[in-house]
């Protein structure tokens, strides 16, 4: 089982990771982030990831991410689901 963090809680870290389109990312993105498509990851991660590092990943809205995470859980990476994803950072910026 993977772990879920806010939006709150997230920034300042190190290995922020964005799954959304790189069209989506360039428009706006979670300062510090960086972007690695979801088909990307879920089919490379070792390209990627190391296992022995912690990364928090988010999407649109935490639904992708959370997949994502579980999926890249169930194969040893340490992975932290971003709840809300970029929606809530937008949010809490407001």
């Not at 389109?21 to 990627?48: A, C, V």
């Not at 990364?55 to 340490?78: A, D, E, P």
Request: overall charge positive; hydrophobic content about 35%.
């Amino acid at each position: 089982m993977f772990n879920s963090i806010s939006v709150e809680d997230v920034l300042g870290k190190d290995n922020i990771i964005d799954i959304r389109s790189i069209e989506k990312y360039n428009d706006n993105h979670i300062p510090g982030s960086k972007n690695i498509p979801m088909l990307l990851l879920i089919k490379f991660p070792s390209k990627y990831l190391n296992k022995s590092e912690t990364y928090y990943i988010y999407c649109q809205k935490g639904i992708n991410s959370k997949r994502v995470c579980n999926h890249l859980n169930s194969q040893g990476y340490k992975v932290v689901n971003i709840i809300g994803g970029y929606e809530a950072w937008v949010l809490k910026k407001a």
